[in-house]
């Protein structure tokens, strides 16, 4: 996403579309992944809106990775 916004100019509605629910409806997926809704697969990233940088990776609504922010300060 970040190479998306930077390099392409778009903004991060486009960006989040591009990398989440079009992939999902090119390959029939779109009911049930690409966007956060009742009854999809809670799968997604936190971004960090200053660089986008990964803060937060929920699976299946359970967090697998925290950025620690103590460090990253």
């Not at 960006?15 to 079009?22: D, E, I, P």
């Not at 997604?44 to 937060?56: M, Q, W």
Request: charged share 20%; hydrophobic share 45%.
């Amino acid at each position: 996403m970040r190479n998306y916004v930077s390099m392409a100019g778009a903004d991060l509605v486009q960006a989040a579309n591009a990398a989440s629910l079009v992939p999902a409806r090119v390959v029939g997926r779109g009911a049930d992944l690409g966007s956060i809704e009742t009854g999809k697969q809670a799968d997604f990233v936190l971004l960090d809106p200053a660089d986008l940088s990964v803060v937060e990776t929920i699976i299946g609504g359970k967090s697998y990775f925290r950025r620690d922010h103590a460090k990253a300060a």
